[in-house]
């Protein structure tokens, strides 16, 4: 079983920077691929960042490239987004979820296992 908690969330400014974090637990967690989504207010979820354990290898949304990093600390076991540049935009309530496999998915159906959300709030 795969437990996934998220922090980090708030209200910042734009041009600010926030650091979401994602707790995992369970005894296999570096199998996983560990992905971030995103839901703004009256839209689909969509994909931002993606993390795999066993390689460290990532995968962004293309209109996010530059602005977020994702990375992966082992001795914490959470997985990291490092928000810069924040813009109103960018406003929403963030996902973490993950998945067994060894290929990033975007596709929200094929995660299994999800957190409770944080809620990021840019102010313009």
């Known amino acids: 079983q795969v437990q996934l908690v998220e922090s980090g969330g708030g209200l910042v400014q734009a041009g600010d920077s926030l650091r979401l974090s994602c707790a995992t637990s369970?005894?296999?967690?570096?199998?996983?691929?560990v992905t971030w989504f995103r839901q703004a207010p009256g839209k689909e979820r969509e994909y931002v960042a993606a993390?795999?354990?066993?390689?460290?290898?990532?995968d962004y949304a293309d209109s996010l490239k530059g602005r977020f990093t994702i990375s992966g600390d082992n001795a914490k076991r959470t997985v990291d987004l490092q928000m810069n540049a924040l813009k109103p935009e960018d406003t929403a309530v963030y996902y973490c979820?993950?998945?067994?496999?060894?290929?990033?998915?975007?596709?929200?159906?094929?995660?299994?296992?999800w957190g409770q959300g944080t809620q990021v709030t840019v102010s313009s």
């Open positions: 369970g005894r296999t967690f570096s199998r996983l691929c």
């Open positions: 993390f795999r354990w066993s390689s460290g290898s990532t």
């Open positions: 979820a993950a998945k067994y496999g060894l290929t990033y998915s975007t596709r929200e159906y094929e995660y299994v296992y």
